[in-house]
């Protein structure tokens, strides 16, 4: 890991610099630097993505509003999309950026993206004499324990 590599040669060349410290300034500086450590271990810890697809074929039928499930999952680091239910629960409070691409039928109206039920990002086919490709994005910010979910329109 070059950051470890990094760090280590830091240390090196503080040690170097220690040697007209007092004890109580090294242990300062012990603890300064344990506290650095600590905290881009959680930075790493916090990293959320999520790619999914729908996997019945080539139409999905929902009814309308239904949470589409996007049941095959790409990635899932941090475990924060549940295949089962179509629902991202954010783990942690911060900025989350979704991108949402999906073909709809002459039927079909579009797809709309919903933050604990309201909406965040709507797409619609206007035209009802041919299938479209919609898709849209969104940054969002979620508080721990909101949900994203995608749903259906008709």
């Known amino acids: 890991m070059p950051g470890r590599s990094v760090f280590a040669l830091f240390l090196l060349v503080l040690v170097a610099d220690c040697a007209e410290m007092t004890e109580n300034q090294m242990i300062k500086l012990c603890r300064s630097l344990q506290l650095r450590v600590e905290k881009l271990e959680t930075q790493q810890e916090e990293e959320v993505s999520f790619s999914a697809y729908v996997t019945e074929g080539e139409n999905l039928i929902a009814g309308r509003d239904k949470i589409v499930e996007f049941k095959g999952v790409l990635t899932n680091v941090g475990d924060a999309y549940d295949e089962n239910s179509g629902l991202f629960t954010a783990p942690y409070a911060g900025v989350y950026f979704f991108i ?55």
């Open 100 to 154: 949402l691409n999906v073909d709809v039928s002459t039927d079909h109206d579009g797809i709309r993206v919903r933050r604990n039920e309201k909406d965040v990002i709507f797409c619609a086919d206007r035209d009802d004499e041919s299938s479209t490709h919609l898709s849209g994005s969104a940054s969002v910010i979620l508080e721990e324990g909101d949900t994203i979910s995608a749903h259906h329109c008709t």
